[in-house]
């Protein structure tokens, strides 16, 4: 899976990029931040070779607000959103970032877990 969308939402447009890998079901950690060097920009960012969120945060330069795990089911077309990031705690809109992900996979339930 790679999915990469720029999506309206309140307070200006957000960034979804979607990394994982092409089982029938995905799962891993996600970050919802800012891009540094561009504060205006906010990413939502999923990278299910991640072992840590911060790891996600290095890799696409993200100034992390919070974070969780998200679980694809491709052949339910669902994602399941839930958990907290140990190190940078939730991200500040749960009802966001679902809203977000509904967006960028227009095909797909997306519910929180």
């Known amino acids: 899976m790679r999915v990469e ?16 890998g092409d089982e029938a079901r995905t799962w891993g ?16 960012v999923f990278d299910s070779r ?3 969120h911060r ?3 290095a890799a696409h330069g993200v ?3 919070g974070g969780g ?13 839930g958990g907290t990031s140990t190190q940078f705690g939730r991200e500040p809109d749960r009802g966001l970032t679902v809203a977000l992900l509904a ?8 519910d929180r877990c």
């Open 5 to 20: 969308a720029e999506v309206d939402a309140p307070g200006g447009r957000v960034r979804v990029v979607l990394r994982g």
């Open 29 to 44: 950690k996600f970050v919802f931040g800012r891009l540094k060097g561009d504060p205006r920009l906010r990413l939502l």
């Open 50 to 52: 991640a072992a840590f």
């Open 55 to 57: 790891d996600i945060a």
């Open 63 to 65: 100034q992390v607000a």
């Open 69 to 81: 795990w998200l679980e694809f089911d491709h052949a339910a077309r669902t994602v399941m959103v």
């Open 103 to 110: 967006e960028a996979l227009p095909d797909y339930r997306v």
